[in-house]
């Protein structure tokens, strides 16, 4: 079974601060994907990466930043965290060599920003 | 740019009744699409993948169908139970995925 996991389930953090939110995959996936996810909106896309140290802005990159310089891992950084930034935020992953690109997403880190 | 829609936003059945959610997508030229189960607080589960190319896939209870040219999916639940309440999502993915609200579910005893 493919896992993907997130570094945090709950983080709280002050207005200002860089917050890291890290995923990991065990699948070997070439894909990686952040999403945040809130009431009313759905999930948007922030960041993906296709391959290692590759990264491609999503919907909604302002105020974000990402890293991916091992292929199993993908960091999504904060880098002055605003309270607007309060939401859930997802990581998935997939693959490209497989030709499905099924995503499979982690437990999410459900941020909260003071 | 695409849009997903699904509706309704929400639905509760009795348990043991067989229902149908519905997905519809702006744009047919997609590459596939996914159906997710979400509980509450929680990540997204895929149920199933549709490629461009099938007209249908199923699981155990769950039945999803594809009719690109209409621009529509459905997800078929048969002899609903109370765990299978949580909030469905469709996605369709062209260059990237583009995901609907969801269907919140609730089935009761």
């Known amino acids: 079974d493919v896992k993907v996991t997130q570094s ?3 983080l709280v953090k002050r207005t200002g601060e860089k917050v890291f939110l890290e995923c ?3 699948m070997d996936h070439e894909n990686m994907f952040w999403y945040r996810q809130d009431p009313g909106l759905g999930l948007r896309l922030i960041y993906f990466s296709y391959d290692v140290k590759m990264k ?3 919907d909604i990159p302002e105020g974000y930043s990402v890293s ?3 292929k199993e891992r993908f960091s999504l950084i904060l880098e002055s965290a ?3 930034q309060t939401s859930m935020y997802l990581c998935a992953s997939s693959s490209a060599t497989s030709g499905s ?3 499979y997403f982690g437990p999410g880190t459900r941020l909260t920003v003071t | 740019k695409q849009e997903v829609t699904q509706i309704p936003a929400a639905l509760s059945v009795p348990e043991g009744e067989n229902l149908v959610l ?3 997508f702006t744009d047919s030229a997609i590459y596939n699409l996914q159906w997710f189960r979400q509980d509450p607080g929680k990540g997204l589960t895929s149920l199933l993948l549709i490629q461009s190319s099938q007209r249908e896939q199923t699981s155990g209870r769950l039945n999803a169908s594809l009719d690109k040219s ?3 999916s459905t997800l078929y639940i048969a002899a609903s139970q109370p765990g299978d309440s949580a909030t469905y999502l469709c996605a369709v993915r062209e260059n990237d995925m583009r995901f609907g609200a969801g269907t919140r579910l609730t089935v009761k005893p």
Do not use: A, F, P, W
């Open chain 1, 8 to 10: 945090s389930r709950y």
């Open chain 1, 24 to 26: 990991v995959q065990d």
């Open chain 1, 56 to 58: 491609e802005k999503g």
């Open chain 1, 68 to 70: 991916r310089e091992k």
């Open chain 1, 82 to 84: 605003s309270t607007n």
């Open chain 1, 101 to 103: 690109y099924e995503q």
């Open chain 2, 22 to 24: 519905n997905c519809s």
């Open chain 2, 70 to 72: 209409s621009g529509r």
